[in-house]
């Protein structure tokens, strides 16, 4: 799979270590919040209102995209764990990954502000989209 | 609460329109030419426009801006009818189906390209109290112009 190698200019493993991310539980509960529908995926976590259990959760997914973007040209191999908890356990509808992706792309565009160009954005839509692909090819 | 029922935070939405029409952000060119960078095969509707041929030349077509500007204008209105959506877009979504033959998925593209430029540019103060609102705005928007379809 083509990526523009440098996520739009910016190393993608770069951008969360050279601003410090927000410190709120931002993206989970950020999800929550705007698709209220993937609450039911997380019923321990979905009132937004532990923030100690909201923080880990997104550091947790955050972690795993890190870990994709450290190997972006063998997406399959290294996600293949999780593609099989996906599958196998989580079972998340496909249709939520998209949901996802908008709520990363808002959370980054409204954290790097200016810095979020077009080039940037049409690469991390590229590698997101690739990895909820490989994240979901093995229901069925 | 609207007529028919929808529900549409307006003072979140009011808030947001407010502050980027004063400070004269220049959304409508930026959105649509976002659009056909991200998703270069939304382009297919533009053989006429000329020069696409990279995210420059783009952002230099006068067409796109043009284009963009029209767009915007729409969505003007919608926010003006938030409670009457698919009579307000009942021509256009005809128009889209008929004449231009728009996959109604494109529509669904440009709405989250928009919320991600409102992001980059309100920041923190785009809460994701502020991101819902907007998104169940472009949502129901995107729904009206399908809504005719055939």
Redesign the interface.
Same mark, same amino acid.
């Given at each position: 799979m083509r990526i523009p190698g440098a996520l739009g200019g910016v190393g993608a493993s770069e951008v969360p270590r050279s601003r410090p991310p927000p410190r709120s539980p +931002?993206w989970s %509960?950020?999800l929550f +919040? /705007?698709?209220p529908s993937t609450k039911v995926y997380f019923p321990h976590l979905s009132s937004c209102q532990d923030a100690t259990q909201l923080l880990s959760h997104g550091q947790r997914m955050l972690a795993a995209v890190g870990a994709a973007v450290q190997h972006m040209d063998h997406l399959r191999a290294a996600l293949s764990p999780l593609a099989d908890l996906h599958a196998l356990v989580l079972r998340v509808d496909p249709a939520n990954f998209p949901l996802l992706i908008? %709520?990363f *792309? /808002? /959370?980054l565009?409204? *954290?790097?502000?200016?810095e979020?160009t /077009?080039?940037m954005?049409?690469a991390w839509?590229k590698f997101l989209t690739g990895v909820a692909v490989v994240l979901t090819e093995k229901y069925r | 609460m609207g007529a028919k029922g929808e529900y549409y935070p307006s003072k979140l939405i009011g808030k947001v329109l407010k502050i980027f029409c004063i400070s004269n952000f220049v959304f409508d060119m930026v959105s649509f030419h976002r659009l056909l960078v991200v998703y270069p095969w939304t382009q297919r509707f533009f053989d006429s426009f000329g020069n696409l041929s990279s995210p420059s030349a783009i952002l230099g077509n006068p067409k796109v801006k043009a284009h963009g500007k029209k767009v915007l204008t729409s969505f003007g209105d919608a926010i003006k009818n938030m409670d009457n959506l698919k009579t307000t877009f009942a021509k256009l979504s005809e128009l889209h189906c008929d004449k231009l033959h728009v996959d109604p998925e494109n529509f669904k593209l440009l709405g989250n390209v928009m919320v991600i430029i409102l992001a980059t540019h309100f920041g923190k103060e785009f809460t994701p109290e502020v991101q819902a609102a907007w998104q169940k705005l472009v949502s129901a928007v995107a729904i009206a112009l399908a809504h005719k379809y055939h």
């Open positions: +931002t %509960c950020r +919040t /705007v698709y908008q %709520c *792309h /808002v /959370v565009a409204s *954290h790097l502000q200016d979020f /077009v080039e954005q049409a839509d | -």
